[in-house]
């Protein structure tokens, strides 16, 4: 007999959806998780980053390989409110949807797979093997959390691995990394009158993103799996006054990476540009604040290939097997694990992260807390 009604889903998912855990405050979300995991006999546990920030780890079955399962508990800022037809932290169902922010990215899947486990270890179906839940904090920005549960040694004996971001009915095997850079240039002051008096901070700036514009989006590097590399400069700021030369300029950089022009390759170039500008005097320094290497999993695995068959009795059709530009936790998961190693992003959602009115079909998550405990249980078997 179920442990949970659809009813008692939703109010899971709408307590999620209410904890305004935006780009912070994942101990709440954890602490929450870890209450309704222990009401079931199910022992979980936090691990703090900061007094507000803390992963949590809980683990079903007692022997045997172990799969795990990921989901992170941040959310991105709801932006204008005043353009949401609906407060975004309280889950609302209007014809067959639920919205709120985090409906799809990815409070639905984190309730799936915690309900899932639950379900599964009320039944008694894990005969043998783990599922060990690995929830996250700072997915959004930085990725602090999966990077933690690397630290800690949390996957090494993980031998498969499923991120329960919002891939719909398709299953998402690769992505693209991503770098976050920023390059600060230092000028001198003066009147714009007299520019030989001072030193334009933003000349050299300017310098080196167009040459690295051109550097990065010409190259010949391609994937076959994943594309193009993307680069993107999406924050300038310099000066401050319009007949001032400005002695501060800073730009900031998104670098969506793919195998064949990894992270190590696109940093150093990004590097050589900047000391060939140093080199004539200019001074900048460039800082690399986050960087996540591309996935590229098989395309073929055990844990896919059950994935798409028992996904397909809920979508009522194949379900494809793609890679995606966008990149999970599973970039921080992953370190040290060899090419072969089963990964799957696979979770309920629709294409509306971070924008207004977020939503998700209310039967599609219903029907992936089904599909996860068929999956987990299937996965041993």
Not at 33 to 43: D, S, V
Not at 60 to 82: C, E
Not at 100 to 118: E, N, P
Not at 346 to 358: A, I, K, L, W
Request: charged share 20%.
């Amino acid at each position: 007999m179920a442990v949970f009604s659809d009813e008692d889903k939703i109010k899971i998912f709408a307590d999620l959806v209410r904890i305004k855990s935006v780009n912070d405050h994942e101990t709440t979300v954890a602490t929450y998780l870890q209450r309704l995991l222990a009401e079931h006999g199910i022992k979980a546990t936090l691990m703090p980053l900061s007094p507000t920030r803390s992963n949590l780890v809980a683990e079903i079955g007692t022997k045997g390989p172990v799969l795990g399962i990921s989901g992170h508990m941040d959310v991105v800022t709801p932006g204008d409110l005043d353009q949401w037809d609906t407060d975004p932290f309280e889950l609302t169902e209007r014809q067959g949807k639920l919205y709120g922010r985090g409906a799809t990215d990815m409070k639905s899947g984190l309730a799936a797979m915690v309900i899932a486990m639950i379900e599964i270890e009320a039944a008694q179906t894990l005969t043998t093997g783990r599922i060990r839940l690995m929830a996250t904090v700072a997915e959004e920005v930085g990725e602090t959390g999966s990077q933690l549960f690397y630290e800690q040694g949390t996957m090494q004996d993980v031998d498969a691995l499923l991120i329960g971001e919002p891939s719909g009915y398709n299953i998402a095997f690769a992505h693209k990394g991503s770098i976050d850079s920023r390059i600060d240039s230092a000028g001198q002051t003066a009147h714009s009158s007299m520019p030989e008096q001072g030193y334009n901070a933003l000349d050299p700036l300017i310098e080196v993103l167009y040459q690295a514009q051109h550097a990065f989006r010409d190259s010949d590097r391609h994937s076959e799996l994943l594309g193009d590399l993307g680069f993107n400069t999406t924050i300038v700021n310099g000066g401050n006054q319009v007949n001032s030369i400005p002695a501060t300029a800073t730009a900031e950089i998104n670098i969506r990476s793919i195998p064949e022009f990894d992270n190590a390759t696109a940093i150093a170039l990004l590097q050589k540009l900047v000391d060939q500008q140093n080199a004539t005097g200019a001074q900048l320094t460039l800082t690399v604040f986050m960087s996540q290497n591309p996935v590229a999993a098989p395309r073929d695995s055990k844990l896919s290939d059950l994935a798409a068959e028992v996904g397909a009795t809920y979508a009522g059709a194949p379900i494809p097997k793609v890679a995606i530009p966008a990149v999970t936790d599973a970039s921080n998961l992953l370190k040290d694990k060899p090419d072969d190693f089963p990964f799957i992003m696979f979770g309920p959602g629709n294409m509306t992260p971070h924008q207004v009115n977020e939503c998700v079909d209310k039967q599609m998550y219903l029907d992936f807390i089904h599909l996860y405990e068929r999956l987990f249980v299937a996965y041993f078997n």
